[in-house]
């Protein structure tokens, strides 16, 4: 079974990225049953949602931009939970990590695709109380629309979901307390991903 990493931020490979890949680590450290990936949306050109309704009756988009590409990689069978990804941008979610939220509810319209996946968030601040928490739930939101198991970082950090500071001395590598807290929500993830199934 596959847990997918959504990297919303527009900086490829940075601290979000390396915050995922701490968490993903850790679903596969959990369980061998479980094998991970990353999709970065840097680069690629998301919009938002037109509301035009085309994706009602098929599990595809009409806007022409990268959106589509990812649908194959998202709908896989052996998918059995997804790990949002954000940098905190101005006490929320990047635009970036939105607009995929928003064009994600094709799965919803084609039959509740994402129901009972499990589904973790994790945010990264440039400092330490910069809304890391707020950013993680207004995620969890749209998770709990496409009914899906959301999970948070589990014993014995048990909060929201992860909640990493990039901004401090060192840097992401150095946020120990946040690091253990992605690892933590890989953990859970994978616990439950397993219980559940795909
Ligand atoms: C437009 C913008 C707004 C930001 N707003 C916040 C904020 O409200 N709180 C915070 O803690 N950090 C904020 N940051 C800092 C980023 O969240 C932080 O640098 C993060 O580590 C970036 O992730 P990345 O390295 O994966 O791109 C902001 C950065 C930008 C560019």
Redesign the pocket.
């Known amino acids: 079974m596959k847990i997918i990493g959504i990297?919303c931020?527009?900086?490829k490979g940075?601290?979000?990225?390396k915050s995922l890949e701490a968490c993903l680590e850790a679903a596969r450290e959990e369980s061998s049953q479980i094998r991970t990936d990353i999709i970065e949306l840097a680069g690629l050109d998301i919009r938002g949602c037109l509301a035009c309704g085309y994706c009602r009756k098929q599990l595809q988009c009409k806007q022409e931009d990268d959106f589509n590409s990812l649908i194959s990689a998202i709908n896989d069978k052996e998918l059995a939970g997804i790990v949002i990804g954000t940098?905190?941008?101005?006490?929320?979610m990047a635009a970036q990590c939105k607009a995929f939220l928003d064009r994600s509810v094709m799965f919803r319209r084609n039959g509740f695709l994402f129901r009972n996946k499990v589904g973790g968030v994790l945010a990264?601040?440039?400092?330490?109380?910069?809304?890391?928490e707020l950013t993680i739930q207004a995620v969890q939101a749209a998770m709990l629309c496409h009914d899906m198991i959301c999970v948070s970082d589990g014993m014995n950090t048990a909060h929201f979901g992860a909640a990493?500071?990039?901004?401090g001395p060192g840097g992401?590598d150095s946020d120990e307390i946040g690091l253990e807290t992605a690892r933590n929500l890989g953990r859970r993830l994978a616990q439950v991903a397993v219980k559940v199934g795909t």
Do not use: A, F, K, M
Request: glycine share 22%; charged share 5%; aromatic share 8%.
């Open positions: 990297n931020s527009p900086r940075q601290t979000t990225q940098p905190v941008y101005l006490g929320s990264v601040g440039g400092v330490r109380n910069g809304g890391q990493l500071w990039s901004g992401i």
